[in-house]
């Protein structure tokens, strides 16, 4: 999925749900510089991985062999941790189960 698509389907959902399984942290993926990875996350809320999707789109990100890559809404989107050239696309399943898998916290 490109960035806009993610940030699309995550402001369907309600920022307080808790997703077990989400994402954090944006950076060059490793494996496609100029492609966004975010590490996986325990226990993230819908409104933490919305924010950094949204601070990720228009930022520049530093390649591991140098070179400078801004990231827009059409980029690809990867989840990797930070310095590996492996992991996964985020894709529309893969964002549907984690999304499906969240909960509201009760007040």
């Known amino acids: 999925m490109t960035l806009d698509e993610i940030i699309t389907a995550l402001e369907a959902e ?7 399984d989400g ?12 492609e966004l990875a975010f590490e996986s ?19 520049w990100f530093t390649g591991w062999k140098g070179g400078d890559f801004q990231m ?3 980029t690809d989107c990867w ?3 930070e310095g590996s050239a492996g992991g996964e696309t ?3 399943l893969l964002l549907r189960l984690m999304l499906a898998a969240g909960h509201v916290p009760a007040v």
Request: glycine share 10%.
């Open 41 to 59: 996350a325990r226990n993230v809320t819908i409104g933490d991985m919305l924010a950094d999707a949204r601070t990720a789109r228009g930022a």
């Open 14 to 20: 309600d920022p307080r749900k808790v997703c077990p």
């Open 23 to 34: 994402f954090t942290n944006p950076h060059s993926y490793r494996g496609y510089y100029h």
């Open 72 to 74: 827009d809404g059409f």
């Open 90 to 92: 985020i894709g529309p």
């Open 79 to 81: 989840l990797a941790e």
